[in-house]
């Protein structure tokens, strides 16, 4: 598994033994790379926690659900969210700790993002068109991928599903558009109901495959247009093929915010592969008659004249 490590107000001695750790990681499987914390996303950081950048870099990763291994004298410094150790561990201690809090973290997450409605309608291959049922406890909605939105009896249970549709446990059921007309009252974009709802689960999606995406068509975003810093991830999916990545460090979005909303635009059914986006075909444009003809040409046809010379240059 390929892995990015960041440091961050690392002291002189313990740089070297974390670069030794992160080549000492493929006695784990983990083909890591490492670099200086950049605020991108990534999978673990390793800081100085009595440093002060280092402290600071270790808050801002901590809030973002990043993967912290808190380096200090007395190995016991930094918040209690994060893993703590000694700044003088041996390299073989520091890539055996790091490996332990990514398989605890893979292992926690796995669950989540099985059941997790918006990754399920973005990954499952069945859900990608026709009609169907998803329910989670009392939420029951009905999606159709041909009208691209999705319906509810009510209004409050339209909102209860929407900000819901991020955790576990979702069930999908094939359902008809007989069944849509007798039941359901109430409708919203299918774009603006996901990423509404990716708002609300922020932090509880994975990384996207690193693929390149691009936008089929522009989202209906809902009362989702005050986001800051939308509209210049959707440009930049506009604007030519692009990796997850990619977009999320140009958009000027935070990291998970940014991964949220491109899960809910692949979910909804705009954010689609490079390769698979539709290319627009320009028509042809016509042959104009040269510049200096253009007046005289007009003076002819308003008075039902033709003019030989412009047939000849056509």
């Not at 801002?60 to 016991?76: D, W």
Request: glycine letters at 6%.
């Amino acid at each position: 598994m390929r892995i990015d490590i960041r440091t961050a107000g690392l002291a002189s001695h313990a740089e070297p033994r974390a670069r030794l750790a992160a080549q000492l990681m493929a006695a784990f499987k983990f083909e890591a790379r490492i670099s200086a914390w950049d605020g991108t996303r990534c999978h673990v950081l390793i800081a100085d926690a009595d440093d002060a950048y280092g402290a600071r870099c270790i808050e801002q990763a901590a809030r973002r659900g990043i993967s912290v291994l808190a380096l200090s004298q007395n190995g016991n410094s930094g918040p209690e969210t994060v893993s703590k150790t000694e700044a003088s561990v041996p390299a073989a201690i520091l890539a055996r700790q790091l490996a332990a809090m990514l398989e605890e973290k893979n292992n926690q997450s796995s669950p989540a993002i099985a059941g997790n409605g918006l990754v399920m309608l973005a990954m499952v291959p069945t859900l990608g068109s026709g009609i169907f049922t998803a329910q989670l406890k009392q939420h029951r909605i009905i999606i159709n991928r041909q009208t691209s939105r999705v319906y509810a009896r009510t209004q409050e249970e339209l909102l209860a599903a929407q900000n819901d549709l991020g955790l576990p446990n979702w069930d999908f059921s094939p359902s008809t558009a007989s069944e849509l007309a007798s039941t359901c009252q109430y409708s919203m974009a299918l774009d603006a109901f996901c990423v509404l709802s990716a708002l609300q689960g922020i932090g509880r999606f994975p990384d996207l495959p690193e693929k390149h995406y691009t936008l089929s068509d522009w989202p209906d975003l809902g009362l989702a247009v005050d986001v800051p810093n939308i509209f210049n991830l959707i440009r930049l999916l506009q604007k030519t093929p692009v990796t997850a990545t990619e977009a999320t460090a140009k958009s000027g979005m935070d990291a998970l915010e940014a991964t949220a909303l491109l899960w809910a635009l692949n979910a909804s059914g705009v954010l689609v592969e490079g390769s698979a986006a539709a290319i627009p075909i320009a028509a042809p444009r016509s042959e104009k008659s040269p510049p200096e003809l253009s007046f005289l040409n007009k003076l002819m046809q308003r008075f039902g004249l033709k003019n030989n010379k412009q047939e000849s240059v056509s």
